[in-house]
């Protein structure tokens, strides 16, 4: 791409519809800002966080269950306070984030490849193709998706007992992205079969245009638009589900926490006086989940055309 069909590419998006509506809406501005800052922080906590909480060697314990700075017995040091080993919250807050939002954003992006693909295929082709999937949809539906992720991160932790973290992390995101494509492909299946009956796809299929070349160059672009809305959605509903796993003792391993463990961590400690070990993380999680929501019904209302 030249760098004029980019700067053209930019000044369409600034004079479009979208940019339009963002920036008249004090909502999404607010959203975005927030979802900014702390996709920043947990990216570059490294650089950002003033303490690295999972290193042994810098961990004291004798600054163990310390209040935040403003309470009495606080410090400026650990100014959202420290946990049972002495780790610094806010430090750990920056480096949970960066796990959740990993783990949150990797699942959607492989529930949107499975999601839309079979979507696709199961709308374009139709007959006995459209009714199978359909049929594998409305099992998956029948089950509750936190029941399901429980079901293959235990089955893959049974199989795999001994494995590295890094496969541990990739059967968590393959158990919250499992149950998730299942949306993505009734939408995409409705939006096919309005558009395969389209003039502009019916000429291509005239002119012998390949069938698999006109899902990918004709109607996969004009389906898109449901799917960045409910992908937008589904990294909060993703992340939260990430925390749940963890809270119960089944997320991420214990080496690389994320908000969930933290929060579960702190819920020992809840009512023996050390909230904040736990109420900070449920915040951070709160304010992350709340942000893409808001940003995904913002998204959902700029793209309709019937509300411009």
């Not at 991420?252 to 400690?269: A, E, H, K």
């Not at 304010?287 to 808001?294: F, Q």
Request: aromatic share 8%.
């Amino acid at each position: 791409m030249t760098t004029a069909t980019a700067n053209g590419a930019w000044a369409r998006f600034f004079d479009g519809d979208v940019w339009h509506s963002f920036r008249n809406s004090p909502v999404a501005i607010a959203a975005a800002l927030v979802a900014a800052v702390c996709i920043f922080c947990a990216l570059f906590a490294n650089w950002v966080a003033p303490h690295n909480p999972f290193d042994l060697a810098t961990l004291e314990l004798s600054d163990a269950r310390l209040p935040p700075a403003w309470e009495e017995g606080g410090t400026t040091k650990y100014v959202l306070g420290t946990d049972d080993q002495g780790r610094d919250i806010l430090s750990a807050l920056m480096y949970g984030a960066r796990i959740s939002l990993l783990v949150g954003m990797a699942s959607v992006m492989l529930s949107v490849i499975v999601g839309v693909g079979l979507g696709l295929l199961s709308g374009f082709v139709g007959g006995k193709t459209d009714a199978f999937i359909m049929r594998v949809c409305d099992v998956m539906l029948s089950f509750p998706s936190i029941l399901i992720a429980l079901l293959i991160d235990g089955v893959g932790r049974a199989m795999f007992p001994n494995a590295h973290d890094t496969l541990a992390f990739a059967v968590l995101v393959l158990a919250i992205a499992l149950p998730g494509w299942v949306q993505y492909a009734r939408t995409v299946r409705g939006s096919t079969l309005v558009e395969r009956n389209k003039e502009y796809v019916q000429a291509a299929r005239v002119v012998g245009v390949a069938p698999l070349r006109i899902m990918r160059k004709h109607v996969l672009p004009n389906v898109m638009g449901p799917v960045l809305v409910l992908a937008t959605i589904q990294v909060a509903t993703a992340i939260l589900t990430e925390a749940t796993l963890s809270f119960l003792g089944v997320g991420v391993p214990p080496t690389q926490p994320s908000l969930g463990t933290l929060i579960r961590i702190g819920n020992d400690f809840l009512f023996s006086g050390e909230w904040w070990i736990t109420i900070f993380p449920g915040l951070m999680l709160v304010l992350i989940a709340l942000s893409v929501n808001l940003l995904g019904d913002w998204l959902r209302d700029a793209l309709n055309p019937r509300l411009r």
